[in-house]
């Protein structure tokens, strides 16, 4: 176990008042860490940190800060088996996923966006007698809150557009994962980053992060996290005008039509109900089949469940680990008894047993994969963000039918649509209410493709030039031809 500061202007300290919080490994529920447990006066000190590097930082020029991008991100690849081992161990994920996602990721969005940085040109409109020029400068000291189910891969993918574009930061990881984000400051101290660029505070959400919302000196927020807590977000920043990116909760479709290639279906639904324990915003938790191959695919379904190896996500073989915690748990089981309350049907899982590891004395959150059958996709379970391993199975016969129950639900993140007539999964996609659709695939990145959810699943989007836009302010300067021309 050890003992971690904030990282504000450059330097680790306690919190104000010297109140921390523990960390645990929700395999072993062993404490891993204790965090400061931060206030206002630790924000108030990161915010004039923040403020008294931005001048430096914004006067550097865009190729200067690609190149910083880029020297982070070779230290952090350097740095790769640490960032995976730290992320498994905080978050209960294999190793192996761990390793192929966070810390590829949280590598690849500093690359990413140093060379988008380089490919930037600057945006002129030419007029009979003037000429317009679109100028950017940086937003100025910008907050950013992010979850527990991707810790570096989402802080890196807000930290790396915000320096790029000349901003400094005020970030504040999820109280629950809070071991990469700590990483990555130690990366930024060793690489010398200018002290002030880059602050963290750690903390609980209504303290440290509601000081972040409430901050005048933090000229924009973007955060990742739960749909209720994008409500307190847009509660206290929007009336201070700041600038918002809101990536919320879903609840996300996975529409199997008749006529798509079974195998490749059963396999990328499965992918997308149970990665990272279904925990992934995107993941696929309703799953619409049609209903010719409803029983076939639902014998293939389940046997592909049945396969996932639950165990220690230390293990390299394990293909499942935990839920984020024993509270996590309780409430993904309170979804299962509610289920069966409803009629529904569980065609396998809804149990912790299973072979292999259970942490040390039996103790750990895990769960077996958990599929739902027979519950009207109006239920509760169908349509409540359950963020676990757990998914419902529901039929239909049109595509207007699927059509109307996918939209059916209060979110629009993301879906996957598996057909072979690429016409319809295009025309299909297009009537879904969702920020990102795939079809014939799942979780298939491009970092310069626009992400974000509809609904209540978000405000704005992230990605490529989204992200530049975010992290900037635009001025046009409209210069007059002189009369001599
Ligand atoms: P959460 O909303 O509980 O917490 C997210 C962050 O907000 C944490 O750092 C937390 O400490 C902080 N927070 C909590 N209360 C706050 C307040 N009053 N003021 C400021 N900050 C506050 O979410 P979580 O449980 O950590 O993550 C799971 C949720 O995140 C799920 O709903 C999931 O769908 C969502 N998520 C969305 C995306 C996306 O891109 N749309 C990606 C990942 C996760």
Not at 47 to 73: C, F, G, P
Not at 108 to 126: I, V
Not at 272 to 296: K, M, P, W
Not at 457 to 473: H, I, K, N, T
Request: with cysteine; glycine share 10%.
């Amino acid at each position: 176990m050890h003992t971690i500061g904030n990282f504000i202007a450059g330097s680790f300290s306690p919190a104000h008042g010297g109140r921390t919080i523990n960390d645990y490994n929700p395999a072993t529920e062993a404490i891993l860490a204790t965090i400061p447990r931060s206030q206002g006066e630790d924000v108030e000190r990161a915010v004039n940190a923040a403020h008294s590097a931005q001048d430096e930082w914004s006067k550097l020029t865009l190729e200067q800060r690609a190149h910083w991008l880029d020297k982070i991100a070779d230290a952090l690849e350097h740095k790769s088996e640490q960032i995976a081992n730290t992320e498994s161990r905080d978050t209960g994920k294999p190793i192996a996923l761990a390793r192929r996602v966070d810390a590829a990721r949280s590598v690849s969005n500093f690359r990413f966006f140093a060379e988008f940085g380089r490919q930037q040109t600057q945006q002129t409109f030419q007029m009979e007698d003037a000429l317009n020029v679109v100028h950017r400068s940086p937003v100025g000291t910008v907050g950013l809150i992010t979850p527990w189910n991707l810790p570096l891969y989402l802080l890196t993918w807000k930290v790396a557009p915000a320096l790029l574009m000349g901003n400094t930061i005020v970030a504040k990881p999820s109280e629950v994962t809070p071991l990469t984000a700590h990483l990555l400051a130690e990366t930024l101290l060793e690489l010398e980053l200018p002290k002030g660029v880059f602050n963290l505070v750690h903390g609980l959400g209504p303290e440290v992060g509601q000081a972040i919302l409430e901050h005048p000196g933090i000229k924009a927020i973007s955060f990742t996290g739960g749909t209720e807590t994008g409500r307190i977000v847009a509660r206290t920043a929007a009336p201070m005008f700041k600038k918002l990116s809101l990536e919320l909760g879903g609840k996300n479709a996975t529409v199997v039509f008749a006529d798509a290639d079974m195998e490749k279906a059963v396999e990328g639904a499965v992918r997308a109900a149970f990665t990272n324990s279904g925990q992934v915003c995107l993941c696929g938790s309703r799953i619409f089949i049609e209903e010719e191959i409803v029983e076939q695919f639902t014998r293939r379904f389940v046997e592909k469940v049945d396969a996932i190896r639950v165990g220690n996500p230390m293990d390299e073989e394990t293909e499942m680990g935990t839920v984020i915690s024993p509270e996590h748990l309780l409430k993904i089981e309170s979804y299962i008894d509610l289920a069966q309350k409803e009629g529904g049907v569980i065609l396998t899982g809804g149990t912790r047993e299973m072979t292999g590891y259970n942490g040390p004395d039996g103790t750990g959150a895990f769960l077996r994969p958990t599929v739902v059958g027979n519950l009207p996709h109006t239920s509760r379970c169908a349509t409540e963000e359950i963020f676990g391993p757990m998914v419902t199975l529901h039929t239909f016969s049109t595509e207007q039918d699927a059509l109307e129950m996918v939209n059916a639900s209060e979110y629009g993140l993301a879906g996957s649509v598996w057909t072979s007539d690429i016409e319809r999964g295009q025309r299909f996609s297009t009537q879904i209410d969702s920020g990102i659709v795939w079809v014939n695939t799942w979780l298939h990145r491009d970092l310069r493709t626009p992400f974000g959810g509809v609904k209540n699943s978000g405000v704005g989007r992230e990605g490529g030039q989204w992200s530049l836009d975010f992290f900037s302010e635009l001025t046009n300067i409209c210069i007059k031809d002189s009369d001599e021309n």
